[in-house]
């Protein structure tokens, strides 16, 4: 049984000129409001030598803006036991607020001034820059991350998807401050969706527009339309890293969210990595006691979105853990779910639905994402009603068709590295 999602859209456009979609989901309970500021135009907008331009600029947006210095507004927001960031991802820059509904008339008109009126001061670019390349640094001393950021560049190169949102170390040292400015203006133009979630103050339209005190921001509706795209070739990736582990990353690139076929890899996600049922943690983990950690990795996105399955076993058993993964992949393609595993798989599709509605600042984030991707505010529902349609077949066929070459990156010392080199190289998947 699914639980629609009560919303009602305001498009009132002679009273005001925010010029992007403003849903308001009303919601009974404690007296806390949840915005979220979709605009996208994320990390894989980043122009050419400038990688990491987008997370930079989401960072300083927060460090000041419109009459507020970065200290005023961080004492601002903390004054009132609230909550603001903002961050970009692959597609999306999103500003988030969780506040009091008391202060909505406070601090919701923040939400504009740091499109409209950023402060972008040098030195605190230079204090976020320090930041980013500080978490870069650490990121080169993990072996998951490395492994992970290892098939990215398998799977995307150096197209729009090639990159961590943080940036590429020697060009995020570059950015100026003009750079920033040009990307600060741009915020919106490719379209953007604010929702509000909780309790919702009256004449929350003046308040946003408060914001922006005359300054113009022209923002569109997002629009339905392909994003970047990678490339689905079989090839093995490793680094050297003398740890006791060796982690693996199989995956391959796929298609966006709400695409022909995708909602049969949501469920092939459930199947394979939700919950200690899961086929891979039984597979893996208790049936051959291999895994440290295992699961499943699969974004929703614009573009080709990864499908990824990710395994950190001993180094001793490198081969065999190597080979054990390979091997559920290879089932995935040549065996269908049964009946009752998709019922299982069902079940848990629908659980994590629940789960992702339960307070307004998941409600409002999920609406966004999926608005921010030009569908439909009900696209939760409808995926439900359309989940309960699919059929093993109907799975198998998606995994045939999107799952065929994955690529392989390794991260562990080198004779592991070796022994699952040999397991790969064997493998009808490396074919």
């Not at 403003?22 to 500021?37: D, E, F, M, Q, V």
Request: hydrophobic share 45%; glycine share 10%; with cysteine.
């Amino acid at each position: 049984m699914t639980t629609s999602l009560a919303a009602a859209p305001l498009v009132e456009a002679g009273r005001w000129d925010l010029h992007c979609p403003l849903w308001l989901l009303h919601r009974p309970g404690a007296p806390i409001l949840s915005a979220k500021l979709w605009m996208r135009g994320g990390s894989s907008a980043d122009p050419e030598g400038q990688r990491g331009a987008a997370q930079l600029l989401a960072g300083v947006l927060s460090r000041g803006c419109g009459p507020y210095s970065g200290d005023a507004l961080a004492d601002l927001v903390e004054g009132c036991g609230a909550g603001l960031r903002c961050e970009a991802a692959e597609d999306a820059t999103l500003i988030s607020l969780k506040c009091a509904s008391d202060d909505a008339a406070t601090l919701l008109p923040l939400l504009l001034q740091m499109v409209s009126s950023p402060w972008l001061v040098d030195d605190q670019i230079d204090l976020e820059r320090q930041l980013n390349l500080q978490t870069l640094q650490r990121q080169r001393e993990d072996p998951f991350q490395v492994a992970h950021d290892q098939l990215r560049e398998q799977l995307y190169g150096a197209g729009p998807y090639g990159h961590d949102p943080l940036g590429v170390e020697a060009e995020l040292r570059l950015i100026a401050r003009g750079a920033l400015q040009d990307r600060a203006q741009a915020l919106g133009q490719g379209g953007a969706v604010l929702v509000l979630a909780g309790q919702i103050p009256d004449g929350v339209e003046a308040l946003l527009l408060q914001g922006l005190e005359g300054r113009p921001w022209a923002p569109c509706a997002p629009q339905r339309r392909p994003g970047p795209s990678g490339t689905a070739t079989a090839s093995l990736a490793t680094s050297c890293d003398e740890t006791e582990q060796l982690v693996l990353m199989l995956g391959t690139t796929t298609t966006a969210l709400g695409a022909e076929q995708a909602l049969a890899l949501r469920l092939l996600h459930a199947h394979l990595g939700i919950g200690m049922s899961s086929r891979l943690f039984v597979a893996l983990r208790e049936e051959h006691g291999l895994a440290y950690d295992v699961g499943v990795h699969h974004p929703a996105r614009l573009g080709d979105a990864p499908f990824v399955m990710h395994l950190s076993s001993s180094a001793d058993r490198a081969a065999e853990a190597c080979r054990e993964l390979l091997n559920e992949w290879q089932r995935l393609l040549e065996q269908p779910l049964s009946r009752a595993e998709l019922e299982l798989t069902l079940a848990k599709f629908r659980g994590q639905e629940a789960l992702g509605r339960q307070t307004s600042s998941q409600l409002a984030d999920r609406q966004a994402l999926v608005l921010g991707h030009g569908l439909a505010m009900d696209f939760a529902d409808r995926s439900l009603a359309a989940a309960a349609q699919l059929t093993p077949a109907d799975l198998h066929a998606a995994a045939r068709q999107l799952l065929g070459r994955p690529s392989l990156s390794l991260c562990g010392p080198a004779t592991a590295l070796a022994a699952a080199e040999r397991e790969w190289q064997r493998h009808p998947l490396a074919s």
